[in-house]
């Protein structure tokens, strides 16, 4: 079973950046698509971002596009999520989930979240205005 651990959230203005580091044990990490989630105050947990296991495709949620890029290190096991002028509607607790197979991708885009039955502890993200 893959354990992961995420960091690099905390409090930023608008405007500013955030470096979103996701670190997983286990050998299902570099043959698997990895993702990130948020979930807001009151709302619900939504998908941001996925990578495929080779890094060579990546999906986001049309409201990240352009501002967020998820990337992976497989030496490292390891998945980022580097997060660019940040707004106060990005606050939320962000989750690292996987290893994901690749049918499940479209799923999760879709908001299906049914095959994930654990989440993690996630790392808070605070943008002020």
């Known amino acids: 079973q893959v354990q992961l651990i995420e960091s690099g959230g905390g409090l930023v203005q608008a405007g500013g950046s955030l470096r979103l580091s996701c670190s997983a044990s286990g050998r299902a990490f570099t043959n698997n698509a990895m993702a990130w989630f948020r979930q807001a105050p009151g709302k619900e947990r939504e998908f941001v971002a996925a990578i495929s296991s080779s890094g060579g495709s990546t999906y986001y949620v049309d409201s990240v596009k352009g501002r967020f890029t998820i990337s992976r290190d497989n030496g490292k096991s390891t998945v980022y999520l580097q997060m660019n002028t940040l707004k106060p509607e990005d606050t939320a607790v962000y989750y690292c989930?996987?290893?994901?197979?690749?049918?499940?991708?479209?799923?999760?885009?879709?908001?299906?979240?049914?095959?994930?039955?654990?989440w993690g502890k996630g790392t808070q993200v605070t943008v002020s205005s």
């Open positions: 989930q996987g290893p994901l197979l690749p049918e499940t991708i479209p799923k999760i885009i879709a908001g299906d979240f049914s095959g994930i039955d654990y």
